[in-house]
């Protein structure tokens, strides 16, 4: 037998199936587990640990995450710190560098990873908001110096363990971070989703379930809560990456530094105080939740007169989806319907004017703590006296907030 007839099978067997000998099935079982490594790598380390410092990862941990991304990304860990950063501070303005509010979604959906790369090239961005981010011997010689370096040997060993689908198993790697991570939630999670929170940008959440993205999908809860660690707030809420990092925690692994702040009830107080107020101003964003929660209730019975009369259907959908928001958030071609059905009820009308000078409270720059307590005084009565019951229910219950 020449050398040929012996070597071929070997040849075709480790074309076929690499060194695990993996079915297809098992390579793509795999596949899937490598890419939800690399998920959670991103959002543990890279966010909630390097750009936001929500977290405290052990340090074999930290370097442990660091080394996969290296291999399956190539992405350096302080330019994507200083780009969300930046993308934080600039959101939905001139200088965010992947806003689908500036971009337009197709572009941030499709090509969000060359607006990665182009802002990475930022030298003042890097500069600015980089800082805090490893600076050692390996991250300087390796990481930093030969990102490539990683991908390509990232390649070889899943050729060397898949065999041919191992050149799929790498392509699948190396576009899993730029669609979900770059595409779906940069871009989906400010253009379309549920908003818990009115929070200043247009951030969403994509999903009720952060599972495939590691959490990122509830994307609206963490721009409202930049430094909390968690990103779920509701009950039916699931924060795959929270789960982690409560494992993690379990064996002194990782620590949360910060959670989404909780709503604490007493019973109401005769009026509302110093206390009161800087409860509310901790809560605020919880606080509009649940004003937005009694306006909706309490146009509900507007709106089914409407419907009753045959009003413009038109009104009611405006109404449901854009009377509780802020008016900056409110299209200009839905304002003229919103200010109609102000007009024809009364209620909502005084709902809505009260809502935003309750929102004032906390934009307020020149008022003392003492005169912000005397407007929320002031607000309370207001309420309790405009016959509305459910701004009544709301101001007795706001009275009830404690720090």
């Given at each position: 037998m020449s050398l040929l007839d012996s070597g071929l099978p070997a040849l075709l067997d480790f074309l076929s199936h690499g060194l695990s000998g993996f079915s297809a099935w098992q390579v793509l079982l795999t596949t899937l587990v490598l890419t939800h490594v690399t998920i959670v790598s991103v959002t543990l380390y890279l966010h909630r640990c390097q750009a936001h410092r929500a977290l405290e990862l052990h340090p074999a941990v930290a370097h442990g995450f660091r080394f996969w991304l290296w291999l399956t990304t190539g992405m350096v860990t302080r330019q994507w710190a200083a780009i969300h950063r930046k993308h934080h501070a600039r959101c939905e303005q001139d200088g965010d560098p992947h806003s689908p509010q500036v971009f337009g979604i197709r572009k941030v959906f499709w090509q969000g990873a060359e607006l990665y790369r182009a802002e990475a090239r930022n030298a003042e961005t890097l500069q600015r908001y980089g800082h805090g981010t490893?600076?050692?011997?390996?991250?300087?010689?390796?990481?930093?110096?030969?990102?490539?370096?990683?991908?390509?040997?990232?390649?070889?060993?899943?050729?060397?363990?898949?065999?041919?689908?191992?050149?799929?198993?790498?392509?699948?790697?190396?576009?899993w971070i730029p669609f979900w991570a770059a595409g779906v939630i940069n871009g989906i999670g400010h253009w379309w989703g549920y908003r818990n929170f009115e929070a200043s940008d247009a951030s969403t959440n994509v999903f009720p379930w952060g599972i495939i993205v590691g959490g990122e999908e509830?994307?609206?809860?963490?721009?409202?809560?930049?430094?909390?660690?968690?990103?779920?707030?509701?009950?039916?809420?699931?924060?795959?990456?929270?789960?982690?990092?409560?494992?993690?925690?379990?064996?002194?692994?990782?620590?949360?530094?910060?959670?989404?702040?909780?709503?604490?009830?007493?019973?109401?107080?005769p009026v509302a105080d110093e206390?009161?107020?800087?409860?509310?101003?901790?809560?605020?964003?919880?606080?509009?939740?649940?004003?937005?929660?009694?306006?909706?209730?309490?146009?509900?019975?507007?709106?089914?007169?409407?419907?009753?009369?045959?009003?413009?259907?038109?009104?009611?959908?405006?109404?449901?989806?854009?009377?509780?928001?802020d008016d900056d958030k409110v299209p200009a071609r839905v304002r003229p319907q919103l200010e109609q059905l102000r007009a024809q009820s009364p209620t909502l009308a005084k709902m809505h004017a009260m809502r935003e000078e309750l929102r004032q409270l906390w934009a307020s720059r020149s008022h003392s703590r003492e005169q912000l307590a005397q407007e929320l005084q002031a607000w309370c009565r207001r309420a309790e006296d405009s016959g509305i019951a459910a701004l009544r229910d709301f101001s007795v219950r706001l009275r009830a907030v404690r720090a």
């Open positions: 490893p600076d050692d011997w390996i991250e300087r010689h390796l990481y930093s110096r030969h990102p490539v370096l990683g991908v390509a040997l990232m390649l070889l060993i899943d050729i060397a363990l898949f065999g041919a689908l191992g050149l799929t198993v790498w392509a699948v790697q190396m576009v509830l994307h609206n809860n963490h721009h409202t809560y930049a430094t909390s660690a968690k990103f779920s707030v509701k009950r039916y809420e699931f924060d795959i990456g929270w789960m982690y990092i409560c494992i993690l925690a379990r064996f002194g692994l990782a620590r949360a530094k910060k959670t989404p702040p909780r709503l604490a009830f007493g019973a109401p107080k206390g009161t107020l800087e409860a509310v101003i901790a809560n605020r964003y919880e606080v509009m939740a649940r004003y937005a929660r009694q306006m909706r209730l309490a146009a509900e019975a507007e709106l089914a007169a409407l419907r009753a009369g045959r009003g413009d259907a038109s009104l009611v959908r405006a109404a449901r989806r854009w009377l509780h928001r």
